[in-house]
């Protein structure tokens, strides 16, 4: 079992930066791939970013189109947390970002195959 807890939103204008953190509770926490998604208002929530769990890959990540060059996911295995650093921001990244996590995880971008998600940290970007 893994809690996901994320922070670190708020309210930024248009071209500004965030980072969100995700802190996880356990003791495996290496043996987790590490995703951030995101949901607006009347969308469906969509994948972000991802970074894979201590195996072949390690460290390896994938980003959305949308996000690619902007934002970057980072992990600390030592601090049980992921982060996603939100640079250039744009009125159209405004959402709840969920942090997710799945054990043992190839970096798949499908929201179906994570197993443990958190409670959501609102990310608004105003222009």
């Known amino acids: 079992q893994v809690q996901l807890v994320e922070s670190g939103g708020g309210l930024v204008q248009a071209g500004g930066s965030l980072r969100l953190s995700c802190a996880a509770s356990?003791?495996?926490?290496?043996?987790?791939?590490l995703g951030w998604f995101r949901q607006a208002p009347g969308k469906e929530r969509e994948f972000v970013a991802t970074?894979?769990?201590?195996?072949?890959?390690?460290?390896?990540?994938y980003y959305a189109d949308s996000v690619k060059g902007r934002f970057t996911i980072s992990r600390d295995n030592t601090k049980n947390t992921v982060y996603l650093q939100m640079n250039s921001l744009k009125p159209d990244d405004t959402a709840v970002y969920y942090c997710?996590?799945?054990?043992?995880?190839?970096?798949?971008?499908?929201?179906?195959?994570?197993?443990?998600w958190g409670q959501g940290t609102q990310v608004t970007v105003s222009s």
């Open positions: 997710a996590a799945q054990k043992y995880g190839s970096g798949s971008p499908r929201r179906s195959e994570y197993d443990y």
């Open positions: 356990g003791r495996t926490f290496s043996t987790y791939t």
């Open positions: 970074i894979r769990w201590s195996g072949t890959g390690y460290g390896t990540t």
